[in-house]
Every structure is written in C-alpha cells, then in structure tokens.
C-alpha cells in the first residue's frame, strides 16, 4: 500500500533530473538542491516550508501513518521529493538513490557501491556522500588509505557530497575556513566536473561539545562558504539525540527561521550559483572566502567572514575594471578600482554578495 502510494504521487510530480556540468537540472533547467533526511508529518512540512526540496534515505522507518492517505500527503510534501537507500534500478523514490552513506568509513571500495542506471536513461540522480578524511586537512581515515579512493566513488555518482561540522563535531579545533577549503578540494579534485554538495550543522547532535552552539549565523556562514567554494546544493543535517533517543528533526526556532532566509536566497540566486565560477583574491586569507559568478552579462561576488570577529578585507576579483558593484540585499554599494579590487567591512560571520553589471 505505501509503496503503491508513493508510486502514484511521485508519477504526478517527478522532475526529469540530470546533470549539466557541474550543476543538477530539473527538466532541463538548472536547480539548487536543498536536502535534508527524510521527515514525516509536522517535521516534513517544516523542512518543505524552510525551502528543503529533497529528502534522502527513503523509507524512512521512523514514521507512522493513521490513514491509507497519509503516505502520500504527509510524507511527501507537494515540491519535496527523495532519494531511496534500497538499490534496485525501479525505485519509487522519484529523485533517485542514495548510495551507501559515507563507504570509506564502512570499509567499501568503490566496485562495492551499488550499480545504477545513469540520469541520461532514468530521469533520476545518483548521490554519493563520503567523510571529511578525504580532505587533504584531514588524516586518512584509516593508516594507508589510499585517497585516490574518492575520485572512484565520486565516479559511481552524478550528485557528490560530504560533512564536515567544524563546531558540534571538531569542538572548534578546525576553523570554519575549512568549510570553504574542503568543498573546493572536493570540487576540484576529487569530483572534478560534478556538482556537489555539503552537509551543514544545525544542532548540537551528539552533544561531544556542550560548550559551543551552533548558532542561526554560523549555519548561515557556513553554508555560503560551501556554495564560495563550489557546491552546487547543501544539506541541511537536522538530526540530533535527546535524553528520549534520536530524532531527525532537532531544529528550533530561531535556526528554523535562518535556513528559511538561507534557502530562499539559494534558491532565487540558483540560475547565478549555478554558473561558471572563478576565483576571487582575499586579504585575510584566513577569514574571508570568496569566489565569483558570470551570469546574463553580471559579475557576481560570493564573500563570507568565517569568523567571529569583525574584520575589512581586501578582494580581488580577476577581469573586474572600475565599477559600482551593488551589495545584494543590503541597498548599499561599493566601488572597484581599475584593477577590480574591492576593499569592503564585514560583521562576525557575515555573508555579502555583489553584483557589478
């Protein structure tokens, strides 16, 4: 019965998805995908809400339904739809399949992996999602692990992923810049030509690091340092464990109000992110990340101060001539020297786009 539910529902709205480059389309436009995992009821509806448009690992065995219809409506979202973690080629899943979540840490190899139809012949994304270790700050998950490993499993995917979680995870020994530097490596290197994506830390999870919180702006600066450094959607990792067990859906409300301002914004500047990207010059190059975008004859400019501290900084942007770039959102402009250089303040945490042109 559910299966047969689903069927019916994902055949009424499935996208056709593929990849384009280094972007995920949606019958053949370019899209920003926003994950989270799968939720039920009152928490699937909130994550609808926020901008969530995908959800992984489906079935997801925690939720319950009263009525034959609530498979269908409450699981489902309208807009929402999601990648199984069952392995056969027809899936009711209507994104497509979520491969076996972090393999090197299970031990597998990338011949292990499932093997699946391409989007050209399905409609439908296969994602990969592996740890932090394959990021050259990281050690190797295991004692001569061969790292070439990720470029192989980023080779069985069409949409590739990974967390880090430098606050809730790392306790604060790794600084938030890593966010930025992982996603490039991941984009450059490991999954060359392949839109990619990162989880982002919304709570305090497993609870490793009582003395620091995840607050509304870190979420918000870490995802924009994922999209500087390349990512083609994020994910928004919403689980956490409560004295009465663990719960998918650990979000309150002033962090559920931010990833809505966060997603509304991905998702209104997708056609932007999801353009040709180019390197941006940053002084310090220790708090601030930036890339650029080409896009409809405009420049745009991704900056992020990953710290808690106020800084100015000095960016750089190549190809840029003297020019009033506007500051999105903030009706405020800023100006360009003839070498295409920017000098402009930023608050703890803060995100900035221009547009010049």
Request: aromatic letters at 10%; hydrophobic letters at 45%.
């Amino acid at each position: 019965m559910k299966s047969t539910l689903l069927s019916i529902a994902a055949a009424v709205a499935a996208p056709v998805l593929g990849v384009s480059g280094a972007h995920v389309t949606a019958d053949g436009a370019p899209v920003f995908p926003v994950l989270a995992y799968y939720q039920c009821g009152d928490t699937a509806r909130a994550a609808a809400s926020a901008g969530v448009d995908f959800f992984v690992q489906q079935p997801y065995i925690g939720c319950t339904w009263q009525q034959p219809n609530d498979f269908a409506t409450e699981a489902l979202p309208s807009g929402v739809h999601s990648f199984a973690d069952t392995y056969e080629p027809e899936t009711d899943a209507d994104a497509g399949w979520y491969l076996p979540d972090e393999p090197d840490a299970l031990a597998l190899t990338p011949d292990e992996l499932p093997q699946l139809p391409p989007p050209s012949a399905t409609g439908k994304l296969r994602l990969v999602d592996f740890s932090q270790h394959f990021f050259s700050g990281q050690a190797l998950i295991r004692p001569g692990y061969d790292r070439n490993e990720y470029a192989q499993f980023a080779a069985r995917g069409d949409f590739v992923g990974f967390d880090l979680y430098p606050v809730v995870k790392f306790c604060g020994r790794i600084p938030l810049l890593d966010v930025f530097r992982a996603q490039h490596e991941l984009a450059t290197i490991y999954a060359a030509g392949k839109p990619t994506f990162q989880w982002i830390e919304t709570g305090p999870m497993t609870g490793e690091c009582p003395t620091l919180q995840v607050t509304p702006a870190i979420a918000s600066a870490e995802a924009w340092l994922a999209v500087a450094g390349g990512a083609a959607g994020i994910g928004w990792f919403t689980i956490g464990w409560t004295p009465a067990g663990w719960t998918r859906w650990q979000v309150d409300g002033p962090m559920l109000a931010q990833i809505a301002t966060t997603d509304a914004r991905l998702h209104s500047l997708a056609a932007v992110l999801t353009a040709p990207q180019g390197p941006v010059d940053v002084a310090p190059a220790d708090a601030v990340a930036a890339s650029s975008r080409t896009y409809d004859g405009a420049a745009y400019v991704i900056a992020v101060n990953s710290t808690d501290r106020p800084t100015t900084a000095t960016l750089r942007i190549p190809g840029l001539r003297a020019s009033t770039l506007q500051v999105l959102d903030e009706g405020r402009t800023v100006r360009s020297t003839k070498k295409g250089v920017v000098h402009d303040t930023f608050a703890a945490y803060a995100v900035h786009l221009y547009r010049a042109g």
